[in-house]
């Protein structure tokens, strides 16, 4: 049998309610009456659930009868806190359009979200609460418009949490805190732990306080939101710091300190819409407790809420051991706190503020591989700009926390500046020319040369003609940097040894004439070691000046001691006494050997005619 005045629902009517107001349209004596119509049991599950044979044999739209069975389906999630006993109504709503709305019907729904009104539950005519058996939506049984109820402000807990539930978690009305996506079911659970747990210096109050059945008790069951929610997040934060005033002092994680009212609330908020209130505790929790954070699930949010790094933490993100961050704390080179832990230990905590100054400082210091890269040259060159302190580096840069590795890179940009600031561009041959990356000790020799040179160009006096975009690109005229090296001075003589390999003469001999002043040198470094050169206008010099008495015996077929002998008159000079006692590295003066040979010219004898051997 159809029913003469049929509509569809309102999006946001409740299942049974719309049921009630086409029983009421239609004049029957109620939604049980249209049940026994639709030949179905005279209950609302059965009446909700069989939409579409509700639907054919009323005459309504099947999507219509759809609709009201996926809002009674919604109903359905909230389980307990359906209020079933009584209706609760918004004056203001029913006067716009008298229809249930979908939320009323919610044991936290306590005012309109629409009006900021609270709900009635009660006629202001007879006193009696609202039945849901009653005739008309908009009317009590004694007569009483609801339109015309008293209308009285709801306060701002009871607006968010209504208009959390009536968005169904997409909105809170413009109330703090404001969230989005939340889901209903989380949200009761919160609810209700922060009003069964609002003292925390006595135990949670009975579980069945978390269902209330009429708007009053759920006014009361949730009054603590008032001073939680209060300037968010101040409230809340101002009701940790006294939960966890009263928590056990002797606590040294957050899980013992507030017990099973954080645990729960941890576990409810974390990964959610609602994480708000468990990050308002983590923050309270990081200035006032000093136990240890993060030892649970919410580990990332104590860390990003406190301004401090436990110490392995903070030593990894500086790039630095443990330990050496710890001698350092003891030291006094950084800031630090100490934390409890376990039942004696504690834990060193460096500040975040800390962590970035150290790691800046660092910064500034780099490895020798990337002072390499920047200056654009060897790890051999690189050691001589270091030995040669033309840059600002620290072998033991190891033992100062503030530096990240050898060099200073700054140096390195300020030595390049210096070096351009006074270049002179000149065009010369490539074959005339050599640059910073080549000032090794492979292709130069002598590295206290390199380092010399490296310091007359950082002096200035060296000046590069072609400035590239690194160090190592610098070009320098060839000739300006030879003069520092002592390669160029041995290739125009001879050292020692190779004097001694040309003319057969004893190295110490040479050696020790060069001491005595007989025999002049030039002194340059070799490959850092000190060493003595003959050049050739010196070893003429000396020629024109001594024999030695060796070369005058190996010229007559003897030996230098036998020599000696034969020219008792003739003074030797340069000679070095052996331990034996024996001389060694004898010269004659060639003025003497001149006088002696004009002597025997004189006396008839030519020295200079082969005779036999002298024995």
Not at 12 to 35: P, T
Request: net charge neutral; charged share 20%; with cysteine.
């Amino acid at each position: 049998m159809s029913l003469l005045v049929t509509y569809p629902p309102q999006q946001d009517e409740s299942g049974l309610g719309y049921y009630r107001r086409l029983a009421a349209d239609n004049v029957l004596s109620g939604w049980r009456e249209l049940a026994s119509m639709a030949d179905v049991p005279r209950n609302a599950g059965a009446l909700l659930e069989q939409a579409d044979l509700v639907a054919g044999v009323l005459g309504l739209e099947p999507e219509w009868a759809q609709q009201v069975r996926e809002q009674d389906m919604v109903r359905r999630g909230w389980g307990h806190l359906h209020r079933k006993q009584t209706d609760a109504v918004c004056p203001a709503c029913l006067a716009e359009a008298p229809y249930l709305r979908h939320y009323w019907g919610h044991a936290y729904v306590t005012a309109c979200a629409a009006h900021r009104i609270q709900l009635v539950e009660r006629c202001d005519g007879c006193g009696e609460r609202l039945s849901p058996e009653r005739d008309h939506i908009d009317q009590c049984e004694c007569g009483q418009d609801f339109r015309e109820l008293p209308r009285q402000p709801s306060t701002p807990s009871q607006h968010w949490l209504s208009a959390l539930i009536a968005g169904d978690g997409t909105s809170t009305g413009r109330a703090e805190p404001r969230l989005k996506g939340v889901d209903l079911g989380v949200l009761a659970q919160v609810v209700a732990t922060l009003c069964l747990s609002a003292d925390p210096t006595r135990p949670m109050s009975p579980r069945t306080l978390a269902y209330p059945q009429s708007v009053s008790a759920a006014v009361a069951f949730l009054a603590p939101l008032e001073l939680l929610l209060a300037d968010w997040p101040r409230g809340f934060q101002d009701h940790v710091a006294s939960r966890i005033a009263a928590g056990k002092p002797e606590a040294r994680t957050l899980n013992t300190l507030l017990g099973q009212w954080y645990i729960r609330l941890r576990k409810l908020c974390l990964g959610t819409a609602l994480e708000p209130f468990l990050q308002a505790i983590i923050n309270v929790a990081a200035v006032q407790f000093d136990g240890l954070l993060g030892l649970d699930s919410a580990k990332a949010m104590a860390e990003a809420a406190t301004d401090h790094l436990r110490a392995s933490e903070a030593a990894r993100a500086i790039g630095i051991s443990e330990d050496r961050l710890l001698k350092a704390t003891q030291a006094g080179e950084c800031a630090y706190r100490t934390r409890r832990m376990g039942t004696r230990g504690q834990i060193y905590e460096i500040p975040r503020n800390e962590v970035t100054r150290i790691q800046q400082r660092r910064a500034e210091w780099v490895s020798a591989d990337a002072a390499c890269t920047q200056a654009g040259v060897s790890p051999a060159v690189l050691e001589h700009m270091m030995a040669a302190a033309v840059i600002q580096a620290d072998v033991n840069w190891r033992q100062d926390l503030l530096k990240g590795g050898p060099v200073a890179s700054a140096s390195l940009s300020a030595l390049f500046d210096c070096i351009c600031a006074v270049a002179e561009p000149v065009s010369v041959g490539d074959e005339e020319t050599l640059t910073w990356a080549a000032l090794t000790s492979r292709r130069m020799g002598d590295k206290q040369a390199i380092q010399t040179v490296m310091q007359a160009i950082a002096d200035g006096r060296v000046k590069a003609i072609t400035c590239g975009r690194r160090l190592g690109d610098l070009v320098f005229r060839r000739d300006d940097v030879t003069a520092y090296f002592g390669t160029p001075l041995l290739e125009a003589g001879m050292s020692i040894q190779q004097l001694s390999k040309f003319t057969g003469w004893k190295w110490e001999s040479i050696a020790y004439w060069i001491d005595e002043g007989l025999l002049e040198s030039e002194s340059i470094l070799l490959r850092g070691r000190p060493c003595r050169v003959v050049l050739p206008h010196q070893l003429l010099t000396f020629r024109q000046t001594y024999v030695p008495l060796a070369d005058l015996a190996r010229g007559m077929g003897t030996k230098s001691s036998a020599l000696s002998k034969l020219l008792p008159g003739i003074e030797l000079v340069g000679a070095r006494q052996l331990p034996g006692g024996a001389m060694r590295g004898g010269l004659i003066l060639m003025a003497d050997l001149g006088r002696l040979a004009l002597i025997g010219a004189r006396a008839g004898q030519d020295l200079f005619v082969s005779a036999s051997p002298i024995q």
